[in-house]
């Protein structure tokens, strides 16, 4: 098959044009610098300090360790020096856990992953609390976080500048209390994260807030470090027992939710000489803007968890049932005991249980955008112990009543039809 000069020159044209503009973004990396050779272990063995709120997937690295070292093993200890020591690891570096079957009252093993010498907990929670230390196989610490996972005590919606200065001045009269009382030894406070951005874009959305409890004093241990050596989250174990400070002694974490609407940023439009190429070539389908679509199926009448792919706990998280938005001012949890449907502070969906009206598409939002589509299936497990209330069994009944009834109205036809004949036939033969 012959190609046209003209097509040809245009083709070559349409080439160069497009390796110009390759080479001019490509840029070559350059040799990255190994961190863990550069990035001396602390001759003391030191503690970081990391708070948390309760469902939230945390990641802690282990940012130093020897070049020699090529896998890395975590262990846990609630208290420091205690025996009970537990290796969250099969001395392999290559314990991995699937987020999605993961629940909320399992045991810390069931609940974590390592990957490229990172611990990541799933779903955290209150008891998970502890040290957290990266070494070796012979015990060797390179090393050491101090999480504090802390539960929302309270979530907070300030819809309106009446609530919000009343709050405040109720928040600035228990400053100024315990200021007078506490000052001299310690104080709470609690620390705000940024407001996250808007969850959806171009319909209402809303923005979270995180607030963590925290201490501060001149009093705090030494082997636990922050950003100022005088402030410690409130279950960390730098603050002294002494300081009497238990979840019921002070307000704790909590959650900030208010409305919010963003319009969408426009899309990328592809370049002139790219699209020409395409065409050119046949591609000139227009390309899919969807979302990745994700399967589950689930057993019906037991409880499920459904986690947005790729979210981190800094993330703003957003639910859409099909085309109705999922807002955390009617569907976080604790509002509504009697909602089956919730969100918890850790961006997962909630199904207490799922049901067969449960089946359909769920939407998640990442910082803004649409992040991927799930459809959920519910099935009935074989061997199942059926309720007469079940749409299943109402129709089985349905279809056997009908089936009987039109047995028995042909069963009295026929018996109808048998009883005339002999009844007339005797008449005839007579005549």
């Known amino acids: 098959m012959m190609i046209p000069l003209k097509h040809m020159s245009l083709l070559l044209l349409l080439l160069q044009t497009l390796s110009f503009s390759l080479l001019s973004t490509y840029e070559a990396p350059e040799d990255k610098e190994d961190i863990f050779a550069s990035r001396a272990c602390p001759a003391f063995l030191v503690f970081d300090n990391a708070a948390y709120l309760v469902d939230m997937t945390v990641e802690l690295p282990c940012h130093c360790k020897p070049e020699e070292a090529h896998s890395v093993v975590w262990y846990y200890q609630k208290k420091l020096g205690s025996p009970d020591t537990r290796a969250l690891t099969d001395f392999q570096g290559t314990s991995v856990v699937d987020s999605s079957k993961v629940g909320r009252g399992g045991d810390l093993r069931s609940r974590f992953s390592i990957r490229l010498f990172s611990l990541l907990i799933f779903r955290a929670q209150e008891e998970d609390s502890g040290h957290y230390l990266c070494g070796t196989t012979k015990g060797d610490f390179f090393y050491g976080y101090d999480v504090d996972v802390q539960e929302a005590h309270r979530v907070s919606f300030p819809w309106s500048r009446a609530q919000r200065r009343g709050r405040a001045a109720a928040v600035a009269v228990r400053a100024a209390s315990r200021s007078n009382q506490d000052l001299p030894l310690y104080q709470v406070f609690t620390s705000f994260w940024p407001w996250s951005v808007c969850d959806r874009c171009g319909v209402r959305g809303e923005q979270t807030r995180v607030g963590l409890c925290y201490v501060k004093s001149d009093y705090l241990h030494v082997r636990y470090r922050w950003t100022s050596q005088t402030v ?65 199926n689930h057993p019906v009448d037991t409880p499920l968890i459904l986690s947005c792919p790729g979210a981190k706990p800094q993330h703003a998280v957003a639910w859409d049932q099909g085309s109705r938005p999922l807002y955390r001012s009617q569907y976080m949890e604790g509002l509504n005991v009697t909602f089956r449907l919730f969100i918890d502070t850790g961006h997962h969906l909630h199904f207490s249980p799922a049901t067969q009206d449960d089946r359909g598409s769920y939407y998640c939002w990442i910082q803004g955008k649409r992040a991927a589509e799930i459809r959920l299936g519910v099935y009935y497990r074989l061997g199942r112990k059926r309720l007469l209330s079940d749409p299943e069994s109402l129709y089985a009944l349905r279809i056997i009543l009908l089936c009987y009834g039109g047995m028995t109205g042909v069963f009295v036809l026929i018996v109808l039809l048998k009883y005339t004949w002999r009844t007339v036939r005797p008449k005839v033969a007579k005549y």
């Open 232 to 296: 410690a989250s409130c279950g960390s174990s730098a603050v002294p027992q002494r300081f009497g400070l238990t979840q019921t002694n002070h307000q704790g974490a909590e959650l900030g939710v208010r409305s919010c609407q963003v319009p969408c940023p426009p899309k990328s439009i592809a370049q002139p000489e790219h699209q020409a190429l395409l065409e050119f070539l046949g591609y000139n389908e227009p390309a899919a803007h969807g979302v990745p679509v994700y399967y589950h």
